[in-house]
Nanobody, 121 residues
Framework: QVQLVESGGGLVEAGGSLRLSCAVSGIIFSIRGMAWYRQAPGKQRELVAFISARARINYADSVRGRFTISRDNTKNTVYLQMNSLKPEDTAVYYC???????????????WGQGTQVTVSS
């Protein structure tokens, strides 16, 4: 059974930081591309950042320079370090296990349950 479990969300003031984690089980993590998505109320889910199995990384323009995605294959975990948070970063953040087809991330069928990030102004 494939499981993706996110953690680390919460309430933070603008300018603050949070670190999200997504622990993965049930698939061979090391060969998977991993991504973080987010969905704000009334908006479509959007890709925030991805990291390939070989650590190719890309970010949405809205978070580039503020967010950092990383992975630890020994812990089957992907992280999203979020700095200089803005109220517009408020959303439910989801991790996804997919694949990388250069230069794009291909969304996979496995999602976590989501973790709420709220940034107050």
């Amino acid at each position: 059974q494939v499981q993706l479990v996110e953690s680390g969300g919460g309430l933070v003031e603008a300018g603050g930081s949070l670190r999200l984690s997504c622990a993965v089980s049930g698939i061979i993590f090391s060969i998977r591309g991993m991504a973080w998505y987010r969905q704000a109320p009334g908006k479509q889910r959007e890709l925030v950042a991805f990291i390939s199995a070989r650590a190719r990384i890309n970010y949405a323009d809205s978070v580039r320079g503020r967010f950092t995605i990383s992975r630890d294959n020994t812990k089957n975990t992907v992280y999203l370090q979020m700095n200089s948070l803005k109220p517009e970063d408020t959303a439910v953040y989801y991790c996804n296990a997919g694949s990388f087809s250069d230069p794009y991330f291909q969304t996979g069928p496995w999602w976590g349950q989501g973790t709420q990030v709220t940034v107050s102004s």
